[in-house]
């Protein structure tokens, strides 16, 4: 922690600062120069939490040099994390593919949806039972009755299911249908639910907050972590800007700055990120040779007739298709698929 | 709603939404351009739900024209609302200061502050004892215990007193202590949560999210009123920009647009708008003068060991001192303080 | 400046560093944490130039201390500066109200509008003779002929005349005929224009970038000051953010961290800030009660036939009835109008 | 265009547009629905130019309809344009590389640069000769000589040569050395500046605005082609948002979005984008699988010295690793490089 002293700061200023500072226990070192003076902080600045240096006399600013994060940071946990499913590992060297409905509509859509991406390649079956809609005047979702055709689906495809939840109950209907825990958009930084989730025991894939900073993300991933579960993927699904052409703009530098900061495992969600089916493809290409992990992709029977989102889902040709055209891409970047 | 062809759109592909929105009990009126044809649709929108014209062949586009708020919206409810929060009034031609701490501390610290703030002139106390904050290292709040402190200070002052919930748990508590429930920026997409406060049966605080539209707004107060609960204040708090002088970017058009589009009250909180404590007082000054309802602002004790949000705390004598240079605005505003 | 070494950075990294910058003729203080080492370069920065110590071995980051703008910088010039524009003086105690069409449309319609304006107690006449317009096809304004109109309209009213610029041409005719020049939001960094303007000798307006922050803003101003022209006036005008109810998002918080950072006045334009007639009034408002020197408002004989912005343009009867109702306002913070 | 009005917009109110609308020599369809009519115009909106609808009596809003741009339009021109720069071809099935330092230095750095890079594989020399800087005290170009060198470059390696232009003198100086025309970010709406390249007879390079819609950027594209000159080739290269893990936030959506709008070749600039030499190579990686038609990278001799953006330009051994990473994708991507 530096602190920046406003120019002609008066030297008791200065000196209240470093007392206060070694009064906690730790060192400050002081820089004096021609316009102004700075002091830098050396040790444990958790002793410091308890005092505002910012709004101490003639303080200009404080200047944080570490990440508030620890147990997401690269810097103290260097090996890239990999995270299990079941038998699907996200991270390291696999590419991982997660595709399915926006919503949980009926047990025949969902059924369908999960044989049809299996045969496509998929890994994982997403779909939604809790609903977060703008509007509540929007389908809200099935809630516990779409968790229980999630399961169904898993037993008969075998392939894992994720399924986001938005409150502690659901939560708790969760951990008992599906087998990996999504926390959504508007939900990064409900940090009751993040905590909740940490201690479900099942992994999470967290989703990127519309207007959250990579930083903000990490810490919203530290609280799952410091609820001891190391099981957490990050999902970018694009920010909001002043841009309208696209539902939201896909931060596709998100993934290389992810992958230098932290070891966790990151995939690109380009249906959300857009919102427009045509857009999907050479997103999806694009997250590939970025970097990304992984794949979340919005398949429907019949989009036309979808209670939430059809416009960016994927009819099953078209999502086969897709895959078809990721592998050798895939390939090229090393990963396995 | 309105359709939006595409250039050259074949003939079948208008006759199939035609049809399309006349099977569903509606009207489809078509307007032939040189360039495009758009097709006007009359009727209730909410039967369309099922159908996802924005993917029919040939459509360029759709164009919502009514909101989708509706008991939220100034068009059906033309008359301004007024909250009750105890013996006080929210809206109209009053204006309310609510102020205190960003965190309850402790009982002293909320009990220094409710006097002071009374005695200065303001009208309802806030706290936070339910913390959402970007790290889990961070004071999370005293939770219940700091609950209890609100409401003896509410006892001894007389104060009405407001309190941010974060989960059904917190609202389950905080409605035995507390005379107003406050839903944070983080939590605005919490539909979950907006529910819940909605059937708490006490009046609720409604911050705008850090990347919420003026609209998606309003549609979140819709899900609290939808549950029957009318008691609702909006309060502007910045939003997310580029801007990194202030912390937040005050959007103090919000005030005009919402008087336009809504009945519900709405207050402004300079504080967390800016960070900075400098500028909350010429903040507070301009929404006034934009025909706010109210002000937030937070005060402190002793701002330099707050252990949130310090710097933009204002002493006791900083607040005595807005108070005394609002009140000849407000009147020449036309409202009572 | 500050330089925040990697974790672990090698001592010879260090040491290298610490080389470069005594090299240079400055001093490096270093101050070894314990996860990371800081160093404070102490001296004249442009020394450093040269070096891009960025991307020197081990280094993490550069955290620059002092602002990059010296002469717009109120640190080094506390009291406000006066800018005069003929016999009308903006900044200090006074209040200043601009006002005109946005575009000069014929010579009837900007003499008739000068009247009024005047009658109403505005100070000094806008008129765009040259407009930069988003579509190649709209109207562009009617160039030096324009011009003449505006000339015209100051010898009859006596207001002082203000003009933007786009170009040295535009520059160059319009030193012959107005009182002030204007440089728009689309030309804050159009830094070959800012240089001219600086050296015509006339006071200018810098109105502030789409997307610009404001210490980019204060860069823009000083290349114009650093050209020996000290009549600057800044003119807030709404930034681009994610906010669809309005055109831009007015910033008010940037008069208050204006009059923090500089010494010029500033100003606010609520008219292309919101883009909607009806909102210009609050903001007005919102802007004298935050602190600014002055406004500025479109207006127009007859909004609905208006070449350029016409919807967010007042008529005479309700600029007369704002410059009533700013009145008392404007007395309550104490300047004269 | 579409006129929405107010619920229980009155009769007269309808008729009067519809007389306006028909009085300008087009067709006014009225749809009358349970809550708003809508009025849709049928015709050639140019000449309802010098109305401004929006606020006549009970409108509420104006929708637009057609794009206002034509020349740059896809749907008017569905064939890919392919821009000759010399014998380099941009466009169609062609990948092709821009690169070279981001301020010429020096002859000895140009020429250096320029055989490396043409070993490497790039296809276009970059070198900017006039450098628009935010702070007045920064490097702003050897101007003239620059261009000399630049000139010089091209004679001894055969690579074309692109600068960037910032006035109307640079442009007369730039005609006479290089072979394409770059218009930076911050000049996108120098309307003027747009004009003149449109004028040069070359080719002209269209970097994307900070803060610019796509809507705005083929608008200003529209600029140039308006003056018959069709050789206009954008160049995506970030755009301004609330993160600041990267320099501004690279929007790869609007490679398949110009794709799917315009006719015109799009390249992207992952070093401006990110501003960090660590992201360039996955970004460029990304733009190549995402569709674009070429990239932009900056490379230096020593870019720990560089006069100019340093941090995020490549060394010649670096970039070279890049161009053969590149090529295997380009070749899945179908293109020849």
Redesign the interface.
């Known amino acids: 922690m530096?602190i920046?002293m406003k120019?002609n700061a008066k030297q008791e200023s200065i000196f209240r600062i470093k007392s206060t500072i070694e009064a906690n226990g730790l060192d400050a070192?002081i820089?004096?120069?021609?316009?102004?003076t700075?002091i830098?902080?050396?040790?444990?600045k958790?002793k410091l939490?308890?005092?505002?240096?910012?709004?101490?006399e003639d303080v200009d600013k404080i200047?944080p040099?570490?990440e508030?994060?620890k147990l997401a940071n690269k810097?103290f946990h260097p090996e890239p994390t990999t995270v299990k499913v079941r038998d699907v590992v996200i991270g390291g060297n696999n590419f991982v593919i997660f595709s399915g409905p926006c919503a949980v509509e009926s047990k025949e859509q969902l059924l369908a949806t999960a044989q049809e991406i299996k045969k496509a390649g998929a890994h994982i079956l997403r779909g939604g039972a809790?609903k977060?809609?703008?509007?509540?005047?929007?389908?809200?979702g099935l809630e516990d009755e779409g968790l229980t055709f999630m399961k169904e689906a898993r037993d008969e495809t075998g392939l894992p299911v994720i399924c986001e939840i938005?409150?502690?109950?659901?939560i708790e209907s969760a951990v008992k249908y599906v087998d990996m825990l999504q926390i959504g958009a508007?939900?990064m930084?409900?940090?009751?639910?993040l905590?909740e989730a940490g201690k479900s025991g099942l992994p999470v894939l967290l989703k990127r907050g519309?207007?959250a900073?990579?930083?903000?993300w990490l810490?919203a991933a530290?609280?799952i972590l410091?609820e001891g579960n190391p099981n957490v993927v990050l999902c970018e699904r694009g920010?909001?800007?002043?841009?309208?052409?696209?539902r939201n703009?896909?931060?596709?530098?998100?993934?290389?700055?992810i992958?230098?900061?932290s070891h966790l495992p990151i995939i690109v969600d380009p249906s959300h990120?857009?919102g427009v089916?045509?857009?999907v493809k050479?997103?999806a290409?694009?997250?590939?040779?970025?970097?990304a992990d992984g794949l979340m992709i919005e398949t429907h029977p019949n989009?036309?007739?979808?209670?939430s989102d059809?416009?960016q889902s994927l009819t099953f040709e078209e999502f086969d298709q897709l895959t078809e055209e990721l592998k050798?891409?895939v390939k090229?970047m090393e990963k396995n698929i």
Chains 1, 2, 3, 4 share one sequence.
């Not at 830098?40 to 444990?44: A, H, I, M, S």
């Not at 900073?213 to 903000?216: G, L, S």
């Not at 703009?249 to 700055?257: E, H, K, N, R």
């Open positions: 530096i920046v120019p070192h820089s004096a120069g021609k316009e102004v700075i830098g902080v050396v040790g444990d958790s939490l308890a005092q505002n240096l910012e709004i101490f200047v040099v570490t508030s994060y810097k809790f977060p809609r703008t509007s509540p005047y929007s389908f809200q938005t409150s502690l109950h659901a508007r939900n930084q409900n940090f009751y639910l905590k519309l207007s900073t990579i930083e903000e810490n530290e609280y410091a920010i909001r800007t002043f841009e309208t052409a696209t703009t896909l931060d596709i530098s998100a993934v290389p700055v992958k230098r900061k990120a857009t089916r045509a857009y050479p997103l290409m694009s997250a590939v040779a970025a970097g989009p036309s007739t979808a209670l059809g416009p050798p891409l090229l």
